[in-house]
């Protein structure tokens, strides 16, 4: 079965750019949810869809945004890229909303210049 | 506020030399406790869910526990591969968000 699939792996962007990051779930998982990892802050929830709608908001500017398409697979936006947005995001899928584990994919690795 | 500390920062062990990772946490109603092993350049790897107090598994030479304040994980014969950070996440509330400890950077030199 196939894991968390997230493209692109690397990506280099400039100031006040913006970039778009895609996650493909576990095949049958609904619910999608974004994290971003720093070395200084560790990892910080961005937020969570299921079935298409956002349920929950991390504590990030509105910079940050997402969708969730009726296959389940979704996407992250930045716009207005900043330096401190360099990062790795991570993506998380996992069967429904209940208390169950969520999976993660490798990431995207983003830099910012 | 939601709040997990991980402890200790980092850990060297030598292979063969058990040990104890500690997860302490501060959750308005804890739906589930989550251990992760992340390797470098991967993403955290689902290792156990804890759902109430006095609750245990194992799984190889990993054994996690749940008391209503803390979370151990227990490593019983440590392997150079066991090399890892692990990560303890808390969920609480509504949906799926986890709130995540710093995590603890294990190394098990043979």
């Known amino acids: 079965k196939a894991g968390v699939t997230q493209t692109p792996r690397y990506l280099i962007k400039t100031r006040g750019q913006q970039v778009t990051l895609s996650c493909s779930p576990i095949?049958?998982?609904?619910?999608v949810s974004w994290y971003q990892q720093t070395p200084g802050q560790g990892l910080q929830f961005l937020f969570e869809y299921f079935s298409e709608t956002q349920r929950n908001k991390g504590n990030f500017p509105g910079r940050f945004s997402g969708r969730q398409f009726s296959n389940s697979r979704s996407e992250m936006n930045v716009s207005t890229l900043e330096l401190g947005d360099s990062a790795l995001y991570l993506c998380a899928s996992s069967l429904a909303e209940l208390v169950q584990p969520q999976h993660f994919g490798d990431g995207t690795r983003l830099s910012i210049l | 506020e939601d709040q997990v500390t991980q402890s200790p920062e980092a850990l060297r062990l030598q292979e063969g030399e058990s040990s104890s990772l500690n997860c302490s946490y501060t959750?308005?109603?804890?739906?589930?406790l989550f251990w992760y092993r992340q390797d470098p350049g991967k993403g955290p790897e689902f290792l156990f869910t804890?759902?109430?107090a006095g609750e245990e598994k194992e799984k190889e030479r990993l054994k996690a526990t749940l008391t209503k304040k803390e979370s151990f994980l227990h490593i019983t014969a440590p392997k150079p591969e066991d090399s890892a950070t692990y990560l303890c996440?808390?969920?609480?509330?509504?949906?799926?968000?986890?709130?995540f400890g710093a995590g603890t950077i294990l190394r098990v030199k043979s």
């Open positions: 095949s049958g998982h609904r619910s």
């Open positions: 959750v308005s109603g804890l739906r589930g």
């Open positions: 804890l759902y109430s």
């Open positions: 996440a808390v969920q609480a509330g509504g949906g799926n968000k986890l709130v």
